[in-house]
């Protein structure tokens, strides 16, 4: 009898074996539900291939029944787990490393708020670019409490940033505008009075109340100073003073050159203006001038009764006063003199005396004409000065070598010129009634010649005792004497003759000599 179906009853427990059952005669319509317990499987008898694509769903599995040591490595993707069938309660402590988390696979909606403490975030892991903008608020800054103030960031010489105390600070003599100051007090500031800011100016020092400027510094302590300023070095700047467009009006450089209009001075002080410019200097105790005679590039005036100016120069090979004129054409004038009234003196090609004379006021000083000096071979020049100038009249007077006796005179004038030491005398005398005896002399010279010189001269005479032969009469000075003799030369005479003293008589007379 042929068997078409067998009952589970009909079947002897432990009767169907493995080896009675062909491969893949059992499919899943042949297993009853349950029926297939953790107990009828033998170790690692259902491999993947084993089984079908989604058959084995959440309910499937027992609670625990699926250990890590189940699970071939990888053998679990994503795709074969369903969306939250993974819970907390089913990974094992530190079963989920970095290595099983794909990059980016968890996003903000994944992680439950609250869960991420700080021992799960490694040291370093969250930098600036984890931090989204304005991630980090107030309140995720530590906050002060009953025992611990308010706190802050601070970095102290490079070290790293740390919490600091906040505590209160006050502001002494406080006002608008004024400049807040440390003190020597903790946690105090002070409010500056004599240091104030607008906003436009800047003021240090007692207030000056002007409105159109932007930087004052004033110093009312008679022994203290307005400012100190150091800086830079050599032709670089301690000081620039500019105008509202920058163009230079002052330089101070560290060198010690001033520039005034200048930014590059080449002495202690320039002065700079454009060329044909008037009035770039002027030092004044009264009002300068701005047109007229007294106009210039550069003005002293002044109403003392002393120098208005006085150059010295005390190095023994040094100039006191130089002054050039490039002009160039003939008659430019180098120096100019002029006193109320007009020009007195001019300096050109030549030197012009307007009004007024040319002094010489040292003895023994005069005009030189060494440039002019044309030496000859048999000539000695001793000085090629013009020291001395004078003319004036003097007194002559008759008298004799035995004396100088009395006269009457109706003429007695005399005039002499000296120029160097030339002199030149002229005279006049008309007596009657002398007492004088002896030769005749022409006394009271003013000059008397120099050692190895003597005088010579001439005369016309009247009413005088004379030789009948007398051909001429002159008149001589000897050296060192200051009167004259009167020599006649006679004819046939060999010698000369002087005239004897006459008691009456008239002459007009002239004598030139060289003095000392």
């Known amino acids: 009898m042929a068997l078409t179906q067998i009952s589970t009853a009909g079947v002897k427990d432990d009767a169907v074996t493995a080896g009675k059952i062909p491969a893949n005669a059992v499919g899943s319509s042949e ?116 025992s611990n103030n308010g706190k802050f960031l601070r970095a102290n010489n490079g070290a790293d940033p740390t919490f600091e105390t906040v505590t209160g600070t006050t502001i002494n003599n406080n006002a ?19 240091a104030t800011f607008t906003g436009i100016k800047l003021n240090l020092g007692p207030y000056d109340g002007g409105t159109d400027v932007n930087f004052s510094l004033r110093n009312t302590n008679s022994g203290g100073y307005g400012a100190y300023i150091s800086g830079g070095s050599g032709t670089n700047y301690v000081l620039r003073l500019d105008d509202k467009d920058q163009n230079q009006l002052v330089r101070f450089n560290a060198n010690g050159d001033v520039g005034i209009n200048t930014g590059t001075p080449e002495s202690k002080l320039a002065i700079k203006g454009t060329s044909g410019q008037q009035n770039l200097f002027s030092i004044s105790d009264t009002t300068v001038p701005t047109s007229g005679g007294e106009y210039g590039v550069a003005m002293i005036k002044t109403n003392t009764s002393n120098r208005a100016l006085n150059i010295t120069n005390y190095n ?4 006191g006063l130089k002054i050039y004129n490039n002009g160039g054409a003939t008659g430019r004038n180098a120096l100019e003199c002029y ?32 440039a002019a000096a044309d030496v000859a071979s048999n000539e000695t020049v001793s000085s090629s000065v013009l020291n001395d100038y004078e003319e004036g009249s003097w007194n002559p007077r008759i008298q004799g070598t035995t004396g100088a006796g009395t006269a009457s005179y109706n003429a007695q004038t005399g005039r002499y010129t000296k120029i160097g030491n030339l002199v030149y005398l002229t005279g006049e005398l008309n007596w009657t009634g002398g007492s004088a005896g002896g030769e005749m002399q022409i006394g009271n010279l003013p000059f008397a010649p120099g050692t190895d010189c003597e005088g010579i001269g001439n005369m016309m005479g009247h009413v005088l005792n004379i030789g009948g032969d007398t051909a001429n009469i002159s008149v001589y000075v000897g050296s060192g004497n200051y009167y004259s003799y009167l020599y006649q030369t006679r004819q046939g005479h060999q010698s000369w003759n002087t005239l004897n003293y006459d008691n009456d008589g008239a002459m007009i007379f002239n004598v030139q000599f060289r003095v000392s």
């Open 31 to 146: 297993i009853a539900a349950n029926a297939v317990g953790s107990s009828e499987l033998a170790d690692n008898a259902v491999d993947t291939a084993a089984i079908a694509d989604d058959a084995v769903t959440a309910a499937k599995i027992a609670n625990n029944t699926i250990t890590a040591t189940q699970l071939n490595t990888d053998a679990v993707d994503t795709d074969a787990l369903q969306v939250n069938s993974v819970t907390t309660a089913k990974l094992a402590n530190d079963s989920v490393t970095s290595d099983k988390i794909p990059d980016n696979a968890v996003q903000n909606e994944h992680i439950a708020d609250n869960s991420v403490g700080s021992d799960a975030i490694a040291n370093g892991s969250v930098n600036t670019l984890e931090l989204a903008d304005q991630a980090v608020t107030l309140a995720k800054l530590e906050h002060g409490t009953s």
């Open 176 to 194: 608008d505008n004024r400049v807040i100051t440390g003190s020597g007090t903790a946690n105090t500031l002070n409010g500056e009075a004599n």
């Open 316 to 319: 023994t090979a040094g100039i």
């Open 339 to 370: 006193q109320a009234g007009g020009t007195r003196f001019i300096v050109n090609e030549d030197v012009t005396v307007s009004t007024g004379n040319l002094v010489i006021g040292t003895a023994g000083k005069g005009i030189d004409f060494s």
